[in-house]
């Protein structure tokens, strides 16, 4: 049976947040812990999640979409400056992508295909967005996230 880790969650320094502290979705275990870790993390100043709206232009059916990242964080440097990052939380296997050449080109691959597709438009989009607002771009996988 397939469970899905969903579920609110409630920061224990709300004055953190930026957005609604009673509206925080987390959608998968990876998330969840990474609220934890913004929450509890002095150097994090404010954070928020699914917060901010990136305009993106998905490949798969040419339409402008809005895009949702995970995470906005504001940390506090070592040197007393302050750095802003938008950060997306997925599995290891969606970043890599797809295999190039399958065995067998089955319903799952395509849909991976097309699910890789519009992450990279998304991203590209992010980077973009950071990139104009003097902002970093960071993809996080269960391999940073201590899984």
């Given amino acids: 049976i397939f469970m899905a880790y969903s579920g609110k969650f409630r920061p224990s320094n709300p004055k953190k947040y930026r957005g609604n502290p009673t509206r925080i979705i987390y959608r998968s275990m ?4 990474f609220m934890i870790f913004c929450d509890r993390t002095r150097s994090i100043v404010e954070w928020g ?3 901010i ?6 490949p798969t059916d040419g339409k402008v979409h809005r ?9 506090l440097n070592k040197d007393g400056k302050y750095k ?25 691959w395509k849909r991976d295909v097309l699910t890789y597709m519009k992450n ?4 590209e989009a992010a980077e973009d967005y950071c990139d ?3 902002m970093n771009f960071m993809i996080l996988t269960e391999d940073h996230l201590n899984v």
């Fill in 67 to 75: 895009y949702y990242p995970d995470f906005y964080i504001k940390v």
């Fill in 84 to 108: 802003k990052y938008i950060i997306e939380v997925k599995p290891k296997k969606q970043v890599a992508g797809p295999d190039k050449n399958p065995k067998r080109k089955t319903a799952a």
């Fill in 120 to 123: 990279q438009a998304k991203w």
């Fill in 49 to 51: 999640s699914e917060e």
């Fill in 30 to 33: 990876w998330e969840k812990k």
């Fill in 132 to 134: 104009d607002r003097r």
């Fill in 53 to 58: 709206i990136i305009p993106y232009r998905c």
